[in-house]
């Protein structure tokens, strides 16, 4: 399912919004879309941390309170992957939607071409990544893993361990081979790289590149090689720049 969150403090655009998807999701109905509204930032938050994360976010930036800009680099602090749109009557935060890694940026009243075209953009990212899964060997048999929970891996003695975004951590099979050629098969993505002779790591799950390490969103350090840092680096800002979702 794609779950999309509306937040907007005004009932009237919130509505106007809320048609809006309708009608998408009209034109596209072999997709198993939900849409939920929120009148305020506290609403959003609150529900992402019972109820977890959506997959794309419609944001309007000039509310009461926290505004959009500081809604989302809140919700940056526990979701990495999520899409920002953000839909105001404003130009003037537009540089600002840079810091929360936002995909769109629309003025209202919204034009419902770029919009309908924007999320066929996210949608297709959306719908290859769901599709794309990593077949791992563990001492309990074949594992069937989404690239999108896959944190980090590290070479642990003779052994691979997967480091889940559940908090998981499963053990691989001993490795008989090299370990860059032991965790390709993730390597074939792009948002997995090394970091290090026995790491490598999601890029969605890299909050900073540190001198120590990278800190990882969940408040976590691994280590990154001094040979390996530019090309993490780089890899990085690009795969942020491009969305930060695509496989």
Not at 124 to 140: A, C, P
Request: some cysteine; hydrophobic content about 40%; overall charge negative.
């Amino acid at each position: 399912m794609l779950h999309i969150a509306i937040c907007d403090d005004e009932q009237e655009q919130l509505a106007l919004t809320q048609a809006l998807l309708q009608e998408y999701h009209e034109l596209h109905p072999e997709l198993d879309l939900r849409v939920d509204t929120f009148s305020s930032g506290a609403a959003l938050l609150e529900h992402l941390r019972t109820s977890g994360n959506f997959d794309v976010y419609l944001l309007d930036i000039l509310m009461p309170g926290e505004n959009g800009i500081e809604l989302g680099l809140n919700i940056r602090k526990t979701d990495q992957c999520g899409h920002i749109f953000y839909l105001t009557t404003s130009p003037d935060y537009a540089i600002d939607s840079y810091l929360t890694k936002a995909t769109q940026y629309l003025l209202k009243p919204i034009q419902k071409e770029r919009l309908f075209c924007s999320l066929d953009e996210v949608i297709q990212s959306w719908l290859r990544e769901h599709q794309t899964f990593v077949t791992i060997k563990t001492h309990s048999g074949l594992q069937r893993l989404s690239i999108r929970e896959v944190v980090y891996g590290e070479l642990v003695g003779h052994s691979v361990q997967y480091h889940l975004s559940d908090g998981t951590v499963l053990e691989g099979m001993s490795v008989r081979t090299s370990f860059r050629e032991a965790v390709s098969v993730f390597l074939e993505h792009e948002r997995f790289v090394l970091c290090a002779t026995s790491f490598f790591v999601n890029l969605s799950f890299v909050d900073m590149i540190e001198t120590s390490g990278l800190k990882l969103v969940n408040g976590g350090t691994i280590p990154l090689s001094r040979t390996m840092r530019t090309e993490v680096t780089n890899r990085w800002l690009d795969y942020h720049l491009k969305g930060g979702n695509k496989v």
